[in-house]
């Protein structure tokens, strides 16, 4: 988002205290989201960013029902980056669908309008994500809203070794091999492959060498750069933001600072840690709330 | 506990929406441990036992001061288990140490009287344990009190691998190797192997195929075991409980069935599968609350 949207005003909240929530039930993930997002809205938040996959998929209506403002979450903007990622078949013929309204949730995660695809064989996603985003099915009802099939496949392993620092490790390697084969084996013709855990990006080159020598190329989306696209989007909707690979860049094409106040529920020290590690740049002033628990 | 003390009631709490402690603060585990145990006091325990290492590590004084209740954790008895099985020097003498009983912490967690040895070198006891634990430095403070050499080192992928259910697994076998590679590397005077965590048990073939192959056998003790005892001895300090293996079977002597009544924070399903399968009986009755958060 910094790079995208230097002139905003950023509030993060990590709910470190009560992580992970991608094994946890529908309900602890809803209220957890909720009072998280609350909190976020009593610092003076305009627009909420849900830049989790498990929030997003388990809690993104009880988010939005609890705020009166914008809701964005990581899940339909991932499925919209598969879609135009995803080579289509050019033999497919195209009809408007009457059901595809209902079939899609409301708020600001509708995908843009698009012809309906039919005659099958359509192209397969295929999305690794925690056990809790995989079980609420909710890439699949966003990615089956854009007429693509989708296949997930729950990694419980990848978080823990993202968060050990084997990152660009054999061990990792050998999960990947074992999870990446079962995944292909059940999805044998998926073009894409959506990374839909906040983890994921970081083990991107593993995944790609995985799957390299699986002899399976597949196109890699990161939800999280695509959510990021939909916000700017959302926010400055006369720039057409084209995918670039400067997301990954610090933003240096305005003199403004971005403006970054760090909420953490437990450990500062290791929130500056690893926070310094997922966003690039150090995170030094990171303030500890209670949200109760 | 079940087979040495089939006659007492048994009230059960697994925090499931707030776990795992073992990655999480000092501050964060005592509030989320004190809030647990003071909730098993409210149903009318006379006796807790903190039936997790990293909540007795970083909240065994918190629990105690909050309860009036008797308090068990595992630290102090895995200790003790340790120091009965590790073979110490025939040519040790032995001294009173005055400076002793400052270094232990009040409570039931309290060492018999042993004679001090002195003149090293002592055996080294190696320490496996989540990250909290091991930075609480619990168990080396216990271990050093009783005289011995402690090693502590912490294994943050090992718990999901359990959860996983990888326990007879190339890739846990890899992730052992590496991790006993390198507390040999840094102990490699250990005889002594302590399963600081619940969940290692469920892992000890694997460990003890991993020695065997690095051709450094260790005896390995159970926290939990070690546990059972404390608390059996405590409830009927006359029985002489002796060792055996006898604790990993169903309680037969007695027509009495325990009471046991189970609460969990999070998904009763999920309590349900993985309490099965570490308790070795179907769990079926579980009573879910919230405990806040």
Not at 64 to 84: K, S, Y
Request: hydrophobic share 40%; aromatic share 6%; proline share 9%.
């Amino acid at each position: 988002l910094l790079p995208l949207i230097p002139d905003a005003r950023y509030i993060y909240l990590g709910d470190t205290a009560r992580l992970p929530y991608g094994s946890k039930s529908h309900e602890t993930i809803a209220r957890y989201a909720v009072s998280s997002a609350r909190f976020l809205h009593e610092q003076g938040a305009d627009l909420l960013v849900i830049a989790c996959n498990t929030a997003t998929a388990l809690a993104f209506e009880d988010i939005q029902a609890a705020l009166p403002i914008p809701v964005i979450g990581v899940v339909e903007p991932g499925a919209q980056a598969a879609l135009q990622s995803t080579p289509l078949s050019k033999t497919l013929s195209f009809r408007p669908d009457p059901e595809r309204a209902q079939r899609l949730e409301g708020g600001l995660e509708k995908p843009a309008s698009l012809p309906t695809p039919v005659d099958p064989p359509l192209n397969q996603v295929l999305v690794l994500a925690t056990a809790a985003t995989v079980q609420s099915h909710a890439y699949t009802r966003a990615i089956n809203a854009l007429n693509l099939d989708a296949h997930e496949k729950a990694c419980p392993l990848l978080v823990p070794l993202v968060e050990e620092g084997w990152t660009n490790h054999p061990v990792t390697d050998e999960v990947l091999r074992i999870y990446l084969t079962e995944a292909l084996g059940e999805a044998p013709n998926a073009k894409t492959l959506l990374l839909g855990c906040t983890h994921y990006p970081l083990i991107e080159p593993a995944i790609r060498r995985t799957l390299a020598t699986l002899n399976h190329p597949l196109t890699i989306i990161d939800s999280a750069e695509a959510t990021a696209r939909a916000v700017a989007t959302h926010l400055h909707p006369d720039n057409n933001q084209q995918p670039t690979n400067s997301i990954h860049q610090q933003p240096t094409t305005s003199n403004q600072q971005p403006e970054i106040a760090f909420y953490a529920t437990d450990s500062i020290e290791k929130f500056q840690r690893l926070g310094s590690n997922f966003l690039g740049q150090p995170v030094t002033e990171v303030n500890l709330i209670d949200l109760g628990g």
